[in-house]
């Protein structure tokens, strides 16, 4: 069996991953608007809203470029969606602690210039607001350079259910100078994040979080919020970075 390097049989990744495609789109009619802004090369990390399990397998079918995933470890328990999540090149993170494991595979998949989706809220969302984001993707964009491709999904699952896929411009996350704690880095995934995603999924009532953080004024019409970013302010808080999970399903 032939392996990518991550533990992925490539043989079995491409086939799989055009039948997704042609699930998604040809028979449940998933309408996919800027799949184009995912950078061809280069390291990139694809954060969008979490509703659904199916969601981490319905972005990468998306992407037009290989990809791996991080998704809670409970998902591999299911009958039908573990062995797909494994052979889609999936990984599965600790919710909850420290995943040393997780973070190293996710590192190494950046450091080789790789894709990698996540989704920042680390859990799913059973009210359709947007919650607050975990510090993993501005952990893993600063240390390795990568761009961030906000996407917001929007719409049911299901044959013609309205399932609508939004890809928004890349994202070169601003920092302050210094190590940077869990608080501070949650701070940024909320300020240069979660609103874009938000837009992207026509979020009109965001969680808490992100409404105090990323989203001031903000017109809503036709059903579609727009809301205006704030950029995080700079600060040097002491400490170092680390202490909770990457971001994940």
């Given at each position: 069996?032939?392996?990518?390097?991550?533990?992925?049989?490539?043989?079995?990744?491409?086939?799989?991953?055009?039948?997704?495609?042609?699930?998604?789109?040809?028979?449940?009619?998933?309408?996919?608007?800027?799949?184009?802004?995912?950078?061809?090369?280069?390291?990139?990390?694809?954060?969008?809203?979490?509703?659904?399990?199916?969601?981490p397998?319905?972005?990468?079918?998306?992407?037009?470029?290989r990809?791996?995933?991080?998704?809670?470890?409970e998902?591999?328990?299911?009958?039908?969606?573990g062995?797909?999540?494994?052979?889609?090149?999936?990984?599965?993170?600790?919710?909850?602690?420290?995943?040393?494991?997780?973070?190293?595979?996710?590192?190494?998949v950046?450091?080789?210039?790789?894709?990698?989706?996540?989704?920042?809220?680390?859990?799913?969302?059973?009210?359709?607001?947007?919650?607050?984001?975990?510090?993993?993707?501005?952990l893993?964009?600063?240390?390795?350079?990568?761009?961030?491709v906000?996407?917001?999904?929007?719409?049911?699952y299901?044959f013609?259910?309205?399932?609508?896929?939004?890809?928004g411009?890349?994202?070169?996350?601003?920092?302050?100078?210094?190590?940077?704690?869990s608080?501070?880095?949650?701070?940024i995934?909320?300020?240069?994040?979660?609103?874009e995603i938000a837009?992207?999924?026509?979020?009109?009532?965001?969680?808490?979080?992100?409404?105090?953080?990323?989203?001031?004024?903000?017109?809503?019409?036709?059903?579609?919020?727009?809301?205006?970013?704030?950029?995080?302010?700079?600060?040097?808080?002491?400490g170092?970075?680390g202490?909770?999970?990457?971001?994940?399903?």
């Amino acid at each position: 069996m032939a392996r990518d390097g991550q533990g992925t049989d490539i043989l079995a990744y491409w086939p799989l991953w055009a039948l997704l495609r042609l699930w998604f789109q040809g028979y449940m009619g998933v309408r996919v608007t800027g799949a184009e802004r995912v950078p061809a090369r280069g390291p990139v990390l694809v954060c969008g809203n979490h509703r659904s399990v199916w969601d981490p397998i319905l972005v990468g079918a998306l992407v037009r470029r290989r990809a791996w995933y991080i998704a809670k470890m409970e998902l591999f328990r299911y009958p039908m969606l573990g062995p797909i999540l494994r052979m889609v090149g999936a990984f599965p993170v600790r919710r909850h602690a420290a995943d040393r494991t997780a973070l190293r595979r996710s590192l190494a998949v950046l450091d080789r210039q790789g894709a990698l989706v996540l989704f920042p809220e680390g859990t799913r969302s059973r009210t359709g607001d947007l919650g607050k984001g975990a510090p993993g993707a501005a952990l893993l964009a600063l240390r390795t350079g990568a761009a961030v491709v906000p996407v917001g999904i929007r719409g049911g699952y299901g044959f013609r259910g309205g399932l609508e896929v939004r890809f928004g411009d890349p994202i070169r996350l601003r920092a302050p100078a210094g190590r940077l704690r869990s608080r501070e880095l949650s701070a940024i995934v909320d300020s240069q994040i979660m609103g874009e995603i938000a837009r992207l999924a026509g979020t009109v009532t965001p969680g808490p979080e992100v409404t105090e953080r990323a989203v001031q004024g903000g017109a809503c019409a036709a059903g579609e919020c727009r809301p205006k970013l704030v950029e995080h302010p700079a600060v040097e808080p002491p400490g170092a970075a680390g202490g909770r999970r990457p971001g994940c399903p």
